[in-house]
RNA sequence: GCGGGCGUAGCUCAGACGGUAAGAGCGUCAGGCUGUGGCCCUGAAGGUCGCGGGUUCGAAUCCCGCCGCUCGCCCCA
């Protein structure tokens, strides 16, 4: 057969089969914010363009080369200038906005929220890389103190450990202020090094000398890799509140026993990172390795017009949650999708089992019937796919008797039980093999 | 944007130096058991062999183009 339409490229349908496994990660990330004391946030699925140039940085790729514009579509609607709206790209500026807006940041000293939410970017696709994913995400804001560091990290270390993610290693570094003399001192060194090794780096790290000179430590060009093995690292260069600061960060996970690996190239590549920056890696994952990645944006509120206001969060790809269970043979949940099937066995019982139907399914219970008119034989297999534990039987002999057949399917035994009681043994039932 | 790999039934895949038949397993449906699931057995439905063109007496198989998927670069979750 073929299909006259499919999914856009770079997305994935999530099929009913599928859902328990995703239902399963939302709720156990869900629980480990509540825990915390993070409460959900959502926000809209597009959001004006400016956002992002302003927070995500303009020479950054998302800017650049990976957003969705929406716009209105027909000869009704000529395109405004003033209409420039973006699928979200990333979760933070989105969540800062909403927080700004609203005046939350006026009513608590600290907001810490959480958001599930779909991400866009215009990638080309491969492994664990979509053009439509999933994130989970935290935000905390209000506060400098390295503490709040570690309680986000703690967060994320927490879920990925509990959702079946383990496996992971988390790398630590922290890129500096805006201060005169951390990082924009530290940028002076970098070009200053790398300028003198200029003619052997890569085409794409000379513009970015000039552009971002912190993204040229993460390229993976073999010639830019040996030059910036012995560039100066923005460890090295922190001003004493960010020496002070990081070295906080790594006593309060040192104190909570969780281990990560100082990565002096570790630079993320959205502009409004400060400070501590954190990538969770999982080695089973392939080139796309990152599986929650986040750090400190203490100058992303007042770029967006507020007060001074420090804040620290992470994003976690859900997709790629997904792939590290796979990689780590975590088995699929499953559920069954009824408790009980109505089988009629004779035309006659066809209005008592459509008032059953529906009394037991007002009662609460997950309940289904036949609707193709299929021999019992054909109704039983599909009572037994559907994973019924109970199969209820109609026919002209229960008619005569005024009663119902149950069958436990789970144990192969079947019993009369009176119509009228029914409904409230089967609760009893149900209720006691779940 | 640039490379590599792959497109045969709903799914997973056989079949390929071009030639006697479009196949298997799973799934679906029906029957064996005319009121009873899982196991087993029998049968059935389901395919323009991604699309278009070319070579040839003959193409799922060879060639070209397109489309799609996939993996990598890049970037990131």
């Given at each position: ?19 328990a ?62 209409e ?8 933070t ?8 807006e ?7 000293p ?30 905390a ?11 986000v ?25 805006l ?26 790290c ?5 552009t ?45 026993g ?45 770029e ?21 269970r ?31 139907l529906?009394e037991?399914r ?24 559907l ?48």
């Amino acid at each position: 057969m073929t299909v006259k339409f499919r999914a856009p490229r770079g997305t994935k349908d999530i099929l009913p089969d599928d859902i328990a496994e995703w239902r399963l990660v939302e709720e156990t990330f869900r629980q480990w914010c509540t825990r915390y004391g993070y409460r959900e946030i959502r926000t809209p699925t597009f959001e004006d363009m400016g956002l992002f140039e302003r927070t995500v940085g303009e020479t950054s790729d998302i800017v650049q080369k990976q957003m969705f514009a929406v716009m209105p579509y027909g000869s009704r609607h000529p395109i405004g200038e003033e209409e420039r709206w973006i699928l979200r790209p990333e979760g933070t500026a989105p969540v800062a906005r909403a927080l700004l807006e609203h005046g939350l940041l006026q009513q608590f000293p600290i907001v810490k929220v959480f958001y599930i939410a779909p991400i866009f970017r215009y990638e080309r696709p491969q492994a664990g890389r979509l053009r439509q994913h999933h994130q989970c995400g935290v935000e905390a804001i209000g506060s400098s103190s390295p503490l709040l560091d570690v309680e986000v990290i703690a967060l994320g270390f927490d879920f990925l450990t509990s959702v079946g993610a383990d496996g992971f290693v988390i790398n630590l570094n922290s890129i500096g202020c805006l201060n005169e003399n951390c990082r924009p001192r530290y940028r002076q060194a970098l070009i200053a090094y790398l300028q003198s090794h200029e003619q052997r780096l890569c085409e794409d790290c000379q513009r970015r000398l000039y552009t971002n000179p912190l993204r040229v430590l993460d390229c993976k060009e073999e010639s830019c890799q040996t030059i910036v093995k012995d560039a100066p690292m923005s460890v090295d260069f922190l001003c004493d509140e960010c020496r002070e600061h990081f070295d906080a960060v790594r006593k309060g996970l040192d104190e909570l026993g969780i281990a990560y690996e100082l990565n002096g190239r570790l630079v993320r590549g959205l502009d409004y990172y400060t400070r501590t920056v954190f990538e969770f890696v999982h080695p089973k994952l392939g080139a796309q390795s990152t599986v929650l990645g986040g750090g400190r944006y203490d100058g992303l509120i007042e770029e967006l017009g507020g007060n001074p206001t420090p804040g620290v969060g992470f994003g976690c790809g859900i997709e790629r949650v997904l792939l590290v269970r796979e990689a780590n043979a975590q088995p699929k949940p499953k559920d069954a999708i009824v408790d009980v099937f109505i089988a009629v066995a004779a035309d006659a019982a066809k209005d008592a089992a459509l008032k059953l139907l529906y009394e037991l399914r007002r009662a609460g219970i997950r309940t289904e019937c036949d609707y193709l008119d299929r021999s019992l034989k054909a109704q039983m297999r599909y009572a037994d796919k559907l994973g019924a534990r109970f199969v209820l039987i109609l026919g002209d002999e229960e008619l005569r008797e005024n009663v119902v057949t149950v069958r436990d399917m789970q144990k192969s035994e079947q019993w009369k039980e009176p119509s009228d009681k029914i409904a409230s043994s089967l609760m009893a039932l149900v209720t006691n093999s779940s």
